[in-house]
């Protein structure tokens, strides 16, 4: 069973800047859910993404975009980069719909720093 | 808005001792999760509690939960170094569309010595 990878690891973007973060699912899985962990903090909901559409967010402003696929990966788009965005960026996928307990398991992580 | 809370935020216990942390949240909630996070890692699933009274036990680690209460706890017996990490309790709550994300409390970070 392979489970949530996330890519890149690490990466560095200026302030305005556009970035971009990927995730593959847990194999058998069929929704992701993206988190921001600040320094110290603990993980806040972003958005989550079922059947390729938007399917919850939590309060964070539009220009934090997502897509899935059909196979279930997912991307992160933040647009007009800004300091405060620097976070460790999870992503989380889980199985719905399936009768089970929903777990949600959690990838590596992104670590972005905004200069 | 849901709010998670989570008490103490910073322990630092001797070996061998057992403690306890404690997760409390402000409406009803359809699942509570423990997570555990190594620094510069992670989240690491531990347990999913999912009605009042449910317990779950792995190892040194028990939880439980009480609904009624919106209390859930986190009970460390005779604690080892390699327990050292932050736990997180998390709650869930289904929105009319789906599933919402989870609310994470700030996090215990937990600090075993010898």
């Known amino acids: 069973e392979t489970g949530v990878t996330q890519s890149p690891t690490h990466l560095i973007k200026t302030r305005g800047q556009q970035v971009t973060l990927r995730c593959s699912s847990q194999?058998?899985?069929?929704?992701v859910s993206w988190y921001q962990q600040a320094l110290g903090q603990g993980p806040q909901f972003i958005f989550q993404?079922?059947?390729?559409?938007?399917?919850g967010r939590g309060n964070f402003p539009p220009r934090f975009s997502g897509l899935q696929f059909p196979n279930y990966s997912s991307e992160l788009n933040v647009n007009a980069l800004e300091l405060d965005d620097s976070a460790l960026y999870l992503c989380?996928?889980?199985?719905?719909?399936?009768?089970?307990?929903?777990?949600?398991?959690f990838g590596p992580g992104t670590r972005l720093t905004v200069l | 808005e849901l709010k998670v809370e989570q008490n103490p935020l910073f322990l630092s216990m001797q070996e061998g001792k057992n403690y306890t942390i404690y997760c409390n949240y402000s409406?009803?909630?359809?699942?509570l999760y423990w997570y555990r996070q190594d620094p510069g890692k992670s989240l690491e699933s531990l347990f999913v509690?999912?009605?009042?009274?449910a317990v779950k036990q792995e190892g040194r680690l028990m939880a439980s939960l009480d609904t009624k209460a919106r209390l859930s706890t986190l009970h460390i017996t005779a604690a080892v170094h390699d327990l050292s990490a932050t736990y997180f309790c998390?709650?869930?709550?289904?929105?009319?569309?789906?599933?919402?994300?989870?609310?994470f409390g700030k996090g215990t970070h937990l600090i075993i010595q010898p």
């Open positions: 509690l999912l009605s009042n009274g």
């Open positions: 998390a709650v869930l709550m289904y929105s009319g569309g789906g599933a919402d994300g989870l609310t």
């Open positions: 993404y079922y059947r390729e559409e938007e399917n």
């Open positions: 989380a996928s889980s199985l719905v719909g399936g009768g089970l307990t929903d777990t949600q398991y």
């Open positions: 409406t009803t909630s359809d699942r």
């Open positions: 194999s058998g899985h069929n929704t």
